[in-house]
Antibody, heavy 121, light 109 residues
Framework: EVQLVESGGGLVQPGRSLRLSCAAS????????MHWVRQAPGKGLEWVSG????????GYADSVKGRFTISRDNAKNSLYLQMNSLRAEDTALYYC??????????????WGQGTLVTVSS | QSALTQPASVSGSPGQSITISCTGT?????????VSWYQQHPGKAPKLMIY???KRPSGVSNRFSGSKSGNTASLTISGLQAEDEADYYC?????????FGGGTKLTVL
């Protein structure tokens, strides 16, 4: 059974940093691209960042480019999101999502339950 | 990065069919056959319903179907059931990034 378990969320002040993690199990992690997708309270889904199976291809939404860094450790079956210079508008539930392909097709076939990030003073 | 355009809400009675549109541009929906659709019930994670425009993942009812014409993709749900009531999101590849629609709330009357 595929499982994606996010962690690392919490309350953080504007301008500070936070690192999210996603522990994957139930599939061959290094066979698939992975993504972070967020959802602000009461709002829709927003793609944040994606990374190919070997970290050779990485992309970011304009809203987080230069502030967020996605990475993965295939030996640990883990995905990460380093979030710097956090803003109030980054407040959201952050989902880890598995892609159906190696390099990234944007077909998110499995999702975690999310970790909540709240940016507030 | 503009979101894809979806109607805010649609409704239908049990047994009826409804269609949700997802309008993008020639830079996303119109250029790639990589549109997917997700169902989200309140407090739950999204669930993949349609991918690559019209393909259904294993386990998804054949009452759900997808199509595309030009810059607009569509999700059709036939034989509406109470459990179909949820939010639906489209998503498209847009060249090194992905963009979601704003979401459509489906109400089963």
């Amino acid at each position: 059974e595929v499982q994606l378990v996010e962690s690392g969320g919490g309350l953080v002040q504007p301008g500070r940093s936070l690192r999210l993690s996603c522990a994957a199990s139930g599939f061959t992690f290094d066979d698939y691209a992975m993504h972070w997708v967020r959802q602000a309270p009461g709002k829709g889904l927003e793609w944040v960042s994606g990374i190919s199976w070997n970290s050779g291809s990485i992309g970011y939404a304009d809203s987080v480019k230069g502030r967020f860094t996605i990475s993965r450790d295939n030996a640990k079956n883990s995905l990460y999101l380093q979030m710097n210079s956090l803003r109030a508008e980054d407040t959201a539930l952050y989902y880890c999502a598995k892609d159906m392909s190696l390099v990234g097709s944007g077909t998110f076939d499995y999702w975690g339950q999310g970790t909540l990030v709240t940016v507030s003073s | 990065q503009s979101a894809l355009t979806q109607p805010a809400s649609v409704s239908g009675s049990p047994g009826q069919s409804i269609t949700i549109s997802c309008t993008g541009t020639s830079s996303d929906v119109g250029s790639y056959n990589l549109v997917s659709w997700y169902q989200q019930h309140p407090g739950k994670a999204p669930k993949l319903m349609i991918y690559e425009g019209s393909k259904r993942p294993s386990g998804v009812s054949n009452r759900f179907s997808g199509s595309k014409s030009g810059n607009t993709a569509s999700l059709t749900i036939s034989g509406l059931q109470a459990e179909d009531e949820a939010d639906y999101y489209c998503c498209s590849y847009a060249g090194s990034r992905w963009v979601f629609g704003g979401g459509t709330k489906l109400t089963v009357l």
